[in-house]
């Protein structure tokens, strides 16, 4: 069992990131729901849309604990650093989304 994280920071700016992680990933759920409504007039490579964005948010749900004991220590340590590889994931698979979006749409 992992231990404890202790709170050090008044502001909790480590609860507050993962908050707003939290509402990314559930705007991706939310978004893979809306693809499966497009399933009746676009066909079944809608899918992909809806996999890409439900791993997405499983990718963020499963990186949450990790993210906030790293920012809990950057807060200790008085050196917090962005997460610029969570970040760039996330733009581009909003990219990835899109152009396929575009090419189910406009396709064949």
Same mark, same amino acid.
């Given at each position: 069992?992992? !231990?404890? &994280?202790? &709170? =050090?920071?008044? *502001? %909790?700016q480590p609860e507050r990131t993962v908050i707003?992680?939290? #509402?990314t990933m559930v705007s991706? %759920? &939310?978004?893979?729901?809306?693809? %499966? #409504?497009?399933m009746p007039h676009y066909g079944a490579g809608v &899918?992909? /849309?809806?996999a890409l964005s439900m791993l997405l948010a499983l990718g963020i749900f499963a990186?949450?604990?990790? #993210?906030? #004991? !790293?920012?809990s220590r950057g807060v200790r340590a008085e050196r917090v650093s962005a997460d610029v590889l969570a970040v760039l994931l996330t733009t581009g =698979?909003? /990219?990835a989304l899109g152009v396929c979006a575009i090419v189910?749409? /406009? *396709?064949?």
């Open positions: 069992m992992a !231990k404890p &994280i202790e &709170i =050090t920071d008044p *502001g %909790l707003a992680w939290n #509402r991706f %759920l &939310i978004a893979s729901v809306v693809f %499966l #409504r497009w &899918i992909y /849309l809806v990186s949450q604990r990790a #993210r906030y #004991r !790293k920012m =698979t909003v /990219l189910i749409v /406009l *396709g064949p």
